[in-house]
């Protein structure tokens, strides 16, 4: 399988199981169109083929690029066969917990009109998580993790801020446990801002790997959807604090992370807006959000969006060039070598290799099932875990998605969201298509930024 694409200026053609990438030129993409999207058997260049492009080329120049493209088929670089398949039929992972959502505060102090965790009740009450239940958490994954050594322990809410002082506690006994189990704990936290200040600060650069910033661009477009309780917006409060914490942080290792909706469909304004106010590390996802949402992105936005994707691209490469880069993290990608094998199959590991923790200690595959009592897999407080849904999301990749059997992007997005495709089609192996076509667009992009780039090198 093959997928070819223009943009930046390039031609573009991805090798989908081989995971090669070739800037081709005309010739050569135009002949790879004549011959289509099967292996070509001759191993001279068929007349009809030089017939088809006879009034755009010479025979010399169609037969030298044929010859190229038999080269590359050659080396096992280009029409490559499926080598995955055998494997996912004979999936057996023995998967073990490798990492930790904890719901540390269903509660919160803003009111975001998109938030799918209900303003923070997760479709159920507002409540706070004791250090207790924090600390059997922290001993359910270790007795869970088998030989891993790395675990990651995620802080999120609602709010997490709002139960600061148990997350430390938290973390401080994490980092106990660790040394006398051989087990070392990464932690990240996401925040909206509104709690920041200095002690969090000093906190956080000490304690924290990663911290993830509530943000989605420009004014307009953050007050609109993300505001108080009192419906005033949150922006002029937040912004002076996530600049001070990235600073602090030497621009490394955090993430400003916002949403765009029906209503800032020309997103690339608010994620230009976040580099311009100096942050190097962003991330703005699209809403997922029923179709009856006045905000909500519909399949007609299509176009919109791509047109947007494709611009910030541009300026992306731009700003690169002229010294004044930063990081988007959908168009950051590895074309050297990129995630392990099981990770392109699988995903992200959601409900056998990463759970989420409610305040009472109930286990969900993820932060977006919580509140789905059909699929509540236990509780870390009676150290269970149901082996059935671990089983059932265990086994779901790419190849138990009948969807993504002839797309290009399935190596990048390993199958997309889990939640996403329950929520949408009640099944978790059936992709929610509009993320899946935001999916191809981005990496599109992507694969022609890291080329882009690399041709400058």
């Known amino acids: 399988m093959i997928h070819k694409y223009k943009l930046l200026g390039l031609n573009i053609v991805m090798d989908i199981y081989s995971g090669a990438v070739h800037i081709v030129d005309d010739t050569v993409y135009d002949v790879l169109n004549a011959i289509g999207g099967v292996r070509p058997a001759e191993k001279k260049c068929p007349e009809k083929i030089i017939r088809a492009l006879a009034d755009k080329y010479n025979a010399d120049a169609v037969h030298e690029a044929y010859a190229e493209i038999m080269t590359l088929i050659e080396d096992g670089l ?38 799918f965790a209900d303003t923070g009740e997760f479709h159920g009450k507002r409540s706070i998580m004791s ?41 401080e006994y994490a980092k106990e446990q660790g ?174 290799e990463y759970i989420a923790v409610t305040p009472d200690g109930d286990i969900y595959p993820c932060h977006q099932f919580v509140g789905n009592e059909d699929f509540k897999m236990g509780s870390v407080l009676k150290d269970e875990m149901n082996k059935d849904i671990m089983h059932t999301f265990e086994s779901s990749n790419i190849y138990t998605k009948p969807a993504c059997a002839d797309c290009f992007a399935k190596f990048y997005c390993s199958g997309g969201c889990s939640a996403n495709a329950y929520n949408f089609n009640k099944d978790i192996n059936k992709p929610y298509e509009l993320a899946c076509e935001f999916e191809r667009k981005r990496v599109e992009c992507a694969i022609a930024i890291a080329a882009s780039l690399a041709q400058e090198n």
């Open 131 to 171: 250090a207790e239940v924090g600390k059997k958490a922290i001993d359910f994954v270790i007795s869970h993790s088998g030989s891993r050594r790395n675990i990651e322990i995620d802080y999120f809410g609602g709010e997490p801020l709002m139960n600061f002082e148990v997350v430390k506690e938290i973390t």
């Open 78 to 115: 280009l029409f490559t066969d499926d080598m995955y398949a055998e494997l996912a039929k004979n999936w057996n992972k023995r998967s073990v917990v490798k990492a930790m959502c904890l719901h540390v505060a269903h509660d919160c102090n803003l009111r975001c009109k998109y938030c």
């Open 179 to 352: 040394k006398l189990h051989d087990k070392n704990f990464r932690f990240t936290i996401t925040t909206n801002g509104i709690l920041l200040n200095e002690d969090v600060k000093k906190y956080v650069n000490e304690n924290m790997s990663n911290v993830v910033l509530s943000l989605d661009g420009k004014k307009d477009t953050n007050d609109r959807m993300r505001y108080r309780i009192d419906g005033s917006g949150s922006y002029d409060a937040i912004v002076p604090k996530f600049q001070d914490l990235a600073e602090s942080r030497g621009q490394d290792n955090y993430y400003v992370r916002g949403t765009f909706t029906a209503n800032n469909l020309h997103f690339a304004d608010d994620v230009l807006h976040m580099a311009d106010l100096g942050f190097k590390q962003t991330s703005v996802e699209p809403v997922v959000a029923p179709y009856s949402e006045d905000y909500a992105l519909l399949p007609e936005h299509l176009p919109t969006v791509f047109a947007e994707y494709e611009r910030l691209a541009e300026e992306y490469v731009k700003r690169r060039k002229e010294g004044k880069g930063f990081n988007f993290f959908h168009f950051m990608v590895d074309l050297e070598q990129g995630p392990c094998v099981v990770k392109r199959l699988s995903g992200c590991g959601a409900g056998h």
